[in-house]
T-cell receptor
Framework: DAGITQSPRYKITETGRQVTLMCHQT?????MFWYRQDLGHGLRLIYYSAAADITDKGEVPDGYVVSRSKTENFPLTLESATRSQTSVYFC??????????????FGPGTRLTVL | KQEVTQIPAALSVPEGENLVLNCSFT??????LQWFRQDPGKGLTSLLL?????REQTSGRLNASLDKSSGRSTLYIAASQPGDSATYLC??????????FGKGTMLLVSP
């Protein structure tokens, strides 16, 4: 039971490059989320998805793009990376979005450094 | 906009002590509240989830309470152990399953 996995775990890139962070869950959870964690800000929601082909913005979506063609995958793309996007990125999933009744399960995180 | 505050930001206690972590939120219209644990360099592990209709939840030495009307939750840890050392995060679900997190309480339990 793999649960929720993220790849890569560590990534160093340069300003202006495109970067894609992968997230995969094996539970067939309907909801998936991307958060970033920064010192002083805590965890902030970037994008979320209620089901395949349904995505919506969170608190800090600028500079990010998501897609969800399959229930189990939710990639996050930085189209042109900036230094301010240096952060730890967490993917999460949960089942049942109606009324927000269920627990969110988090992946191990991807530490991204933009030089 | 929902805002979540956790006090204290850091806490250091000797092993065996009972302790309380506090979480407050500004908008009482919530669906549920979750407490998470995060070890250094790791992801988040869910500890307890309290639905808005509940007053408390218990798991082992952990007890979380919720007072929705006053916008407060507490996480009580009984008989603390060094293995409890971690950052504890409170998160509020105000709708659509999206969570608003506090900045956490960093707990150190010394032997």
């Amino acid at each position: 039971d793999a649960g929720i996995t993220q790849s890569p775990r560590y990534k160093i890139t340069e300003t202006g490059r495109q970067v894609t962070l992968m997230c995969h869950q094996t539970w067939s959870h309907s909801y998936m989320f991307w958060y970033r964690q920064d010192l002083g800000h805590g965890l902030r929601l970037i994008y979320y998805s209620a089901a395949a082909d349904i995505t919506d913005k969170g608190e800090v979506p600028d500079g990010y793009v998501v897609s969800r063609s399959k229930t189990e995958n939710f990639p996050l793309t930085l189209e042109s990376a900036t230094r301010s996007q240096t952060s730890v990125y967490f993917c999460a999933s949960s089942d049942e979005g109606r009324g927000g009744t269920d627990t969110q399960y988090f992946g191990p995180g991807t530490r991204l450094t933009v030089l | 906009k929902q805002e979540v505050t956790q006090i204290p930001a850091a806490l250091s206690v000797p092993e065996g002590e009972n302790l309380v972590l506090n979480c407050s939120f500004t908008d009482s219209a919530i669906y549920n509240l979750q407490w998470f644990r995060q070890d250094p360099g790791k992801g988040l592990t869910s500890l307890l989830l309290i639905q808005s209709s509940q007053r408390e939840q218990t798991s082992g030495r952990l007890n979380a309470s919720l007072d929705k009307s006053s916008g407060r939750s507490t996480l009580y840890i009984a008989a603390s152990q060094p293995g409890d050392s971690a950052t504890y995060l409170c998160a509020v679900n105000s709708g659509y399953s999206t969570l608003t997190f506090g900045k956490g309480t960093m707990l150190l339990v010394s032997p």
